[in-house]
């Protein structure tokens, strides 16, 4: 596995040549907000209701975006309604987006999300036309993939498409970011093809065999990850911060202390602000406080892109 810095860009680069691609996953996102989360058959009043923009794949590019990178996105969408407003989205954050592509034999994936008063969120995603992009949609974009700095997945797509996508990001000498959520266990060849991993406490376990739960239970998994082939490894562990292993050793980052009012998307969020930072040249340490701060500042707000800042707010966190 390589571990050699982002490429600089490319002279003469236009903007249509995007620095980092995102391979993932678009939905609407439809939350409900309740005071609690119900038991197996209880039925309780929310506190409100709205369709927002989502998905982990469009979210963290939007983050990337929002935080200085330039972006494009591969993925798909129905031909419909949510398919089309995805779509706008993603154009007026600046993404280019020739890469996503409708299905009109599909429906455009959607998030079911409730949050709580205790701004803990539960999610039931129905991937919808996600789960129909296929490796023939990254051969159609290895051009762009070529052009590119830092190729970005998520697994909410199938896992042939993301293994294609890191293959031949690898071969194109792109350096390549796995957030592996949702939680799963991955073979051997698609971790080999990771320069960066990035998992949270959950898929932290279940990647490794290991429970986490505190910073001293992401340095054993760590541990155990590395042996798998991962050298690049960040561990999110939400109020207890960022466990980070590189080629200088084991790290931990504590977060910074904020008032949370939803949790939706400050992982996307994370990934988001890291990634850019990267793109710009920053150290590990100052890439993962840069996504820390932009977490920081998603957890006060509500909605999942909506809450997502722009590289400006960061000045003050």
């Known amino acids: 596995m390589t571990t050699a810095p982002i490429a600089p860009p490319r002279d003469g680069a236009s903007t249509a040549h995007a620095d980092a691609i995102v391979v993932g996953s678009l939905n609407m996102d439809l939350v409900v907000r309740t005071p609690r989360h119900p038991q197996p058959g209880e039925t309780l009043l929310g506190r409100g209701f709205d369709a927002t923009p989502g998905g982990k794949g469009a979210n963290q590019a939007v983050a990337l975006a929002r ?58 995603v129905i991937p919808g036309s996600n789960g129909e992009l296929s490796p023939s949609d990254i051969a159609s974009a290895d051009a762009t993939l070529g052009r590119a700095r830092l190729l970005v997945c998520q697994l909410e797509v199938p896992l042939t498409t993301v293994r294609e996508a890191l293959a031949r990001a690898r071969r194109h000498g792109v350096t390549t970011l796995l957030n592996a959520a949702p939680a799963m266990t991955l073979p051997q060849d698609v971790l080999a093809l990771v320069d960066w991993l990035v998992v949270n406490e959950s898929e932290a376990a279940a990647l490794s065999g290991h429970p986490v739960g505190h910073p001293d239970d992401a340095a054993q998994a760590i541990r155990r990850l590395r042996q798998s082939g991962c050298r690049q490894i960040l561990v999110t562990l939400g109020a207890q911060g960022v466990v980070a292993a590189d080629d200088s050793g084991l790290h931990h980052y504590p977060a910074p202390k904020v008032a949370a009012v939803d949790t939706t998307a400050a992982g996307d969020t994370f990934v988001g602000g890291f990634a850019a930072a990267l793109l710009r040249g920053a150290s590990v340490e100052a890439a993962v406080r840069e996504g820390q701060a932009a977490a920081a500042i998603a957890v006060t707000r509500p909605g999942a892109q909506a809450s997502i800042p722009h590289r400006d707010e960061l000045a003050d966190h």
């Open 67 to 124: 935080l200085g990178a330039n972006t494009a996105m591969v993925g798909r969408v129905g031909d419909d309604a949510y398919g089309r407003a995805l779509v706008a989205n993603l154009d007026r954050e600046g993404i280019h987006h020739r890469g996503v592509l409708a299905r009109p034999d599909t429906e455009t994936g959607v998030a079911m999300i409730q949050v709580d008063d205790a701004s803990q969120n539960s999610i039931v």
